[in-house]
């Protein structure tokens, strides 16, 4: 396996087999990239980082061309996921509703409001539990525009995470809680099995088309069992080694879908109910609970 990154130092860099510095993708020429492919007999691309999958989506098509395959979703889809807004807009109507999203506060929806970065690929900006007043102050910045507001609602998270064949079907999902949480990522997650929610968040999965390969949701679940769909992120998340030890074996799942056993993968895969992750000073533990 081959990592490549633009920050030689980054934390991956001594988890994968061969590590190779890569220019920033907005530096980058179509002449370029392919020259690199070449040299390192690269064959096959999974990016991993929100802010790459819509450059890799666009080069999909002249990467095939060129025998090489991005293991990625389509462009479409990654914009509407990407923009908060237009992610509750399209999901509104969807067995798992979103919660709901403003360009602005208003003061009788909510006692209390959550701001967020309109677009996953913008700096992070998550501020939680802010009175009205407070949420306002945002409106002031200079990135007033950017930014998203939605009620504030408590309870416990869970990730869904599904793989996809390039024709559009859903294998999974596999639920997980989200036990501990430090800057968005699972940092102690737990395989556990609700056949009811289960069925719920492959409808959210195939509301819309366009999903290829690993995507994963976040799903909130408020007092009584109510569910609110956070996101839909259209790749690998940090904590989905979880995931593929536990059954979800999208990456070989790829490769059997390229060779041509597609009815091999189970339409059903059995996954590993209480088996947990925990990470701690950048060491990743897998066993069971």
């Given at each position: 396996m081959l990592g490549c990154?633009?920050?030689?130092?980054?934390?991956?860099?001594?988890?994968?087999?061969?590590?190779?510095?890569?220019?920033?993708?907005?530096?980058?020429?179509?002449?370029?990239?392919?020259?690199?492919?070449?040299?390192?007999q690269v064959t096959h691309i999974l990016p991993t980082r929100d802010g790459e999958l819509d450059y890799w989506a666009k080069k999909k098509n002249m990467l095939k061309d060129n025998q090489i395959t991005a293991w990625v979703s389509d462009t479409e889809c990654i914009e509407m996921c990407n923009d908060k807004l237009?992610?509750?807009?399209?999901?509104?109507?969807?067995?798992?509703?979103?919660?709901?999203?403003?360009?602005?506060?208003?003061k009788e929806k909510a006692d209390q409001w959550a701001v967020k970065a309109r677009n996953d690929a913008g700096a992070r900006i998550n501020e939680l539990g802010l009175s009205y007043?407070?949420?306002?102050?945002?409106?002031?910045?200079?990135r007033a525009g950017d930014l998203i507001f939605q009620p504030y609602i408590q309870g416990r998270e869970f990730s869904a995470?599904?793989?996809f064949s390039r024709g559009g079907k859903?294998?999974?999902?596999?639920?997980?809680?989200?036990?501990k949480v430090v800057d968005g990522e699972s940092h102690k997650s737990t395989v556990f099995r609700n056949a009811i929610w289960e069925s719920k968040v492959k409808e959210v999965f195939l509301h819309?088309?366009?999903?290829?390969?690993?995507?994963?949701?976040?799903?909130?679940?408020?007092?009584?069992?109510?569910?609110?769909?956070?996101?839909?992120?259209?790749?690998?998340?940090?904590?989905?080694?979880?995931?593929?030890?536990a059954g979800l074996e999208s990456i070989r799942w790829h490769f059997m879908e390229e060779a041509g056993k597609l009815t091999d993968v189970p339409e059903q895969p059995r996954f590993h109910d209480g088996l947990s992750l925990s990470k701690s000073e950048k060491t990743v533990f897998i066993g069971m609970i």
């Amino acid at each position: 396996m081959l990592g490549c990154d633009s920050d030689e130092n980054c934390s991956a860099a001594i988890k994968v087999d061969h590590f190779i510095v890569f220019p920033k993708i907005n530096e980058l020429s179509d002449q370029r990239l392919l020259g690199l492919c070449e040299k390192y007999q690269v064959t096959h691309i999974l990016p991993t980082r929100d802010g790459e999958l819509d450059y890799w989506a666009k080069k999909k098509n002249m990467l095939k061309d060129n025998q090489i395959t991005a293991w990625v979703s389509d462009t479409e889809c990654i914009e509407m996921c990407n923009d908060k807004l237009s992610f509750f807009q399209e999901w509104a109507d969807c067995v798992v509703p979103p919660i709901i999203t403003y360009d602005q506060p208003h003061k009788e929806k909510a006692d209390q409001w959550a701001v967020k970065a309109r677009n996953d690929a913008g700096a992070r900006i998550n501020e939680l539990g802010l009175s009205y007043d407070q949420a306002c102050k945002y409106l002031d910045g200079s990135r007033a525009g950017d930014l998203i507001f939605q009620p504030y609602i408590q309870g416990r998270e869970f990730s869904a995470e599904a793989w996809f064949s390039r024709g559009g079907k859903c294998y999974g999902p596999l639920l997980r809680w989200r036990n501990k949480v430090v800057d968005g990522e699972s940092h102690k997650s737990t395989v556990f099995r609700n056949a009811i929610w289960e069925s719920k968040v492959k409808e959210v999965f195939l509301h819309k088309s366009g999903f290829v390969g690993h995507c994963l949701a976040q799903v909130l679940v408020e007092k009584g069992d109510k569910l609110h769909l956070v996101e839909i992120n259209p790749r690998l998340g940090g904590a989905s080694p979880l995931a593929l030890r536990a059954g979800l074996e999208s990456i070989r799942w790829h490769f059997m879908e390229e060779a041509g056993k597609l009815t091999d993968v189970p339409e059903q895969p059995r996954f590993h109910d209480g088996l947990s992750l925990s990470k701690s000073e950048k060491t990743v533990f897998i066993g069971m609970i």
